[in-house]
């Protein structure tokens, strides 16, 4: 009698072990009365750890990829109010790493800091203001000083990394429990998309676990073509990694650029409208560069009928909060 053939370990198994902690799932009642829909939230913003949002619930999955290099270093880089970069920080604070920050930017802002770029300075990262064309061989020379000081670097790619579409995968097998216990379940799912790391991982687990709701990601500066090519992409590759039967094309990804303004960065007098409304309304906070977008994007949706009346819409909040305080033009009445 032969032996049995036992399937090698699939790449997600080594991260089966994590615990991940749950956000908060609850209805926002005043303005689902208001827009006329079942309007329900995804807290990531609540996220617990390094400030929240949805790049501290990729961290977790990141920083078992760093351990699992052995690295006591890390390396990334970004503009001066990035997420990532704020997390990164924070998370080689808290694994004593030594943490290099290459920021696009102004030396002013380093004067005085505020936002993101405060909690960088704070955690005691090495922070370099440098050009967005001199990023990649900046990059190149910080990790050959952390190899000539005896350290052993792990280079990030912010948002690009495929690691963090693994968190959004893992994301929706809570969303899913918490369905069950509420037992209510979206039609319509709403988010930011930026790099499109995190819809990429939505829409691997929306074919995966069977979750049967149009996502929408709302993009906060990539126009099409080029931002569904990235989503798909990214969703391909996570599909490849895991050794999923799922064949993934064009129809499946909802990117839609319209809500871009000027671009990454940028508000405008509608957005700061909805921001100022959720506050007031729900105690939610939303910020113009990202959350401010989409929920701008999901009342158009509704409004102009794409979403229906009484549809029952899950808002997905990445976070934001350190954005909108280092934001200037919000406090600005001429914008």
Not at 41 to 67: C, H, Q, S
Not at 133 to 143: A, F, L, Y
């Amino acid at each position: 009698m032969g032996k049995t053939k036992i399937k090698p370990p699939t790449y997600l198994d080594k991260f089966n072990y994590l615990k991940i902690p749950i956000t908060p799932l609850h209805r926002l009642n005043r303005i689902s009365e208001i827009l006329d829909v079942d309007l329900w939230i995804k807290r990531d913003d609540l996220f617990p750890m390094f400030n929240g949002g949805n790049k501290a619930r990729m961290y977790v999955f990141i920083n078992k990829e760093i351990e699992k290099h052995d690295c006591d270093a890390v390396i990334t880089a970004g503009s001066t109010q990035s997420n990532f970069a704020r997390v990164t920080a924070l998370s080689a604070a808290a694994n004593g790493w030594r943490c290099k920050l290459l920021l696009h930017g102004t030396q002013a802002d380093l004067v005085q800091p505020k936002g993101n770029l405060l909690l960088m300075v704070l955690s005691g990262a090495e922070i370099e203001i440098v050009e967005k064309d001199q990023i990649r061989s900046r990059v190149e020379n910080s990790m050959n000083q952390f190899f000539e000081a005896g350290y052993k670097p792990y280079e990030l790619h912010g948002g690009e990394n495929i690691t963090g579409s693994i968190a959004y995968y893992d994301a929706v097998k809570e969303i899913d429990d918490q369905f069950r216990k509420e037992d209510w379940y979206p039609e319509w799912l709403i988010h930011t998309s930026g790099t499109g790391t995190t819809q990429a991982g939505l829409i691997v687990g929306k074919l995966h676990f069977g979750l049967d709701a149009n996502i929408i990601g709302i993009s906060i500066a990539r126009r099409n073509p080029r931002g569904i090519n990235i989503v798909k992409n990214k969703c391909e590759q996570l599909v490849e990694l895991f050794e999923f039967d799922i064949k993934i094309n064009s129809t499946m990804i909802d990117f839609r650029d319209n809500w871009i303004g000027e671009g990454y960065g940028f508000g405008n007098l509608k957005i700061k409208e909805v921001i100022n409304n959720l506050a007031s309304y729900e105690g939610i906070i939303l910020d113009p560069t990202y959350t401010g977008k989409a929920f701008t994007g999901l009342i158009d949706l509704i409004n102009n009928k794409e979403i229906s009346r009484g549809s029952r819409v899950l808002f997905w909040h990445t976070g934001g909060l350190l954005n909108l305080m280092a934001s200037e033009y919000i406090w600005d009445e001429t914008q």
